[in-house]
């Protein structure tokens, strides 16, 4: 190989080096937890004053949207627990769940038409309109898992701190308070959920029955635990500090076995993208040079024959 083609070489793996590496640079600093907390800590007026007058020119419309909403208590309630699960308390998400429900499946089921007739393509008009019927659920249940994992991955967090205040002499109310303040931009889901379980409180409502509104709106089993732990704890008369340094270090340790778990996962993941994807081109560069010689030398011994 002469100079020149290995310069060419090495100037081309330099270059794509270099994109790469300035890519992920880009990528992981737009995802590191100290931007992401300044991004969420950072509020100007203008964005007040813009969300505030878009409420207000949209608020005629979602009241004529208001018609796609379920008419039957039960069906309303269900979801409103549903959307709610997913961070989702206000009546505009829920609109848009239920138009999107019944737009996507129309338009999507339309698609096909522009590029083929009606008999030659009704059935992936079928396959359409029913992928977009269940994208709004499919969206909806990403979310949840997503709020879930965050309420869950926090609990451990939130339960030490809680130690911390109940210790250093503030009641039950004033501790959660508290840490909902502190966890408003490491774990904003469960720190809002916090904060609605301080305001059904303040609200008159029992302090049981509130930890088992935080329970039933989460849907996480540390959580349902938790609530479980502190039901009996109130029944029983035991120490609450006691109760929630052994229910953290139960839940901290689920966490680390969660991660564990994850990581053992890692490698039969990466079978498909290594069978599939690194091995036909690690073939081809090996083997490749060698199977084009052998088919010269048989291919000329065939024609000097």
Same mark, same amino acid.
């Given at each position: 190989m002469n100079p020149q083609m290995i310069f060419a070489v090495v100037a081309v793996f330099a270059s794509v080096a270099f994109v790469a590496g300035a890519v992920m640079q880009l990528t992981l600093s737009r995802r590191?937890?100290?931007?992401?907390?300044?991004?969420?800590a950072k509020v100007t007026p203008s964005v007040l004053v813009s969300q505030t007058s878009l409420?207000?020119?949209?608020s005629a419309a979602v009241k004529r949207l208001q018609t796609f909403l379920p008419k039957s208590p039960k069906d309303m309630s269900r979801l409103r627990r549903r959307?709610?699960?997913?961070?989702?308390?206000?009546?505009?998400p829920m609109l848009v769940f239920q138009v999107s429900r019944l737009a996507l499946p129309i338009i999507l089921g339309l698609l096909p038409l522009l590029v083929a007739p009606l008999g030659r393509s009704w059935f992936v008009m079928a396959v359409m309109a029913l992928l977009g019927f269940q994208l709004p659920g499919f969206y909806v249940s990403r !979310?949840?898992?997503?709020?879930?994992?965050?309420?869950?991955?926090? @609990?451990?967090?939130? $339960?030490?701190? #809680? =130690?911390?205040?109940?210790?250093?002499?503030?009641?039950?109310?004033?501790?959660?308070? !508290?840490?909902?303040?502190?966890?408003?931009?490491?774990?904003?889901? @469960?720190?809002?959920? $916090?904060?609605? #379980? =301080?305001t059904e409180t303040r609200a008159g409502k029992p302090r049981l029955e509130a930890f088992k509104n935080f329970s039933a709106r989460t849907?996480?089993?540390?959580?349902?635990?938790?609530?479980?732990?502190?039901?009996?704890t109130d029944r029983f008369g035991t120490s609450v500090s006691q109760a929630l340094r052994t229910h953290a270090e139960v839940s901290r340790t689920k966490r680390r076995q969660r991660a564990e778990e994850r990581a053992a996962k890692i490698g039969v993941k990466l079978v498909f993208p290594l069978v599939f994807l690194l091995f036909p081109a690690f073939f081809t560069v090996t083997l490749g040079p060698a199977i084009v010689k052998f088919v010269r030398v048989f291919f000329g011994q065939v024609v000097a024959q």
């Open positions: 590191a937890p100290s931007r992401r907390r300044l991004e969420q409420t207000a020119e949209d959307m709610g699960r997913a961070g989702y308390y206000t009546t505009t !979310k949840t898992k997503a709020r879930q994992k965050v309420i869950q991955n926090g @609990l451990p967090d939130a $339960l030490d701190l #809680l =130690i911390v205040c109940l210790e250093a002499g503030s009641s039950l109310d004033q501790g959660i308070v !508290k840490v909902s303040d502190e966890l408003a931009l490491a774990y904003p889901a @469960l720190a809002e959920e $916090l904060q609605m #379980l =301080i849907g996480v089993d540390d959580v349902r635990a938790l609530v479980s732990m502190l039901v009996q």
